[in-house]
């Protein structure tokens, strides 16, 4: 296929990373991310769906400010991400979510979060011996309507929980049944 747009393939070399080397390359032919276009040195970024243009730039005539520019444009308008990227980010996320979690309940009321809550409950649950996975879900959404209409007591004792009041299993494996009402509580 012929370069139309040369400029590209020297933005190109200005990455080290070979998921935008093959988008610089893609574009050097003619094919730009969706929501891409350029037009006349124009470079248009266009909501997909109503066509209509949000942003436009002029485009770099120097190959590493246009793979700089490209760059900040692929990811914050098209939202394209290389792997490097979404490790970077997801890294990001994990570290944040740390320290959401590693923070010290004494109540289940504490954990304000959602997921402070999720990883509280989930812990709980794969503390239960002999509990197959369709067992453990049941379980989880128990416990959530249980939270959801307050006809729970949850103790926590070290981040973890120790005790739910007003749940218990029945003789068949796997069923849970509430053992308190609102009223009770």
Same mark, same amino acid.
């Given at each position: 296929?012929?370069?139309?747009?040369?400029i590209f393939n020297?933005?190109?070399?200005?990455?080290?990373?070979?998921?935008?080397? #093959?988008?610089?390359?893609?574009?050097?032919l003619g094919k730009f991310p969706k929501g891409m276009s350029i037009s006349k040195n124009i470079i248009y970024i266009n909501n997909v769906?109503?066509?209509?243009?949000?942003?436009?730039?002029q485009m770099?005539?120097?190959?590493?400010e246009l793979c700089q520019l490209c760059k900040e444009i692929f990811t914050t308008h098209l939202d394209l991400k290389s792997t490097q990227d979404l490790k970077n980010e997801l890294e990001i996320?994990?570290?944040?979510? @740390? #320290?959401?979690?590693?923070?010290?309940y004494v109540e289940f009321k504490d954990a304000t979060l959602k997921i402070q809550k999720e @990883?509280?409950?989930?812990?709980?649950?794969?503390?239960?011996?002999?509990?197959?996975?369709?067992?453990?879900?049941r379980l989880k959404n128990v416990i959530y309507i249980g939270?959801?209409?307050?006809?729970?007591?949850?103790?926590?004792?070290?981040?973890?929980?120790? @005790?739910?009041e007003g749940l218990k299993m029945t003789n068949k494996k796997g069923k849970w049944i509430y053992t308190f009402t609102k009223n009770d509580l």
């Open positions: 296929m012929k370069v139309k747009y040369p020297e933005a190109a070399t200005w990455t080290n990373i070979d998921y935008w080397k #093959e988008v610089f390359t893609q574009c050097s769906k109503t066509k209509r243009t949000i942003e436009k730039y770099p005539t120097d190959s590493n996320f994990k570290n944040n979510q @740390e #320290e959401y979690i590693q923070k010290e @990883e509280l409950i989930d812990t709980y649950v794969v503390s239960i011996p002999n509990m197959n996975i369709e067992d453990a879900k939270i959801t209409m307050d006809i729970l007591k949850i103790s926590i004792s070290n981040n973890k929980i120790v @005790e739910i």
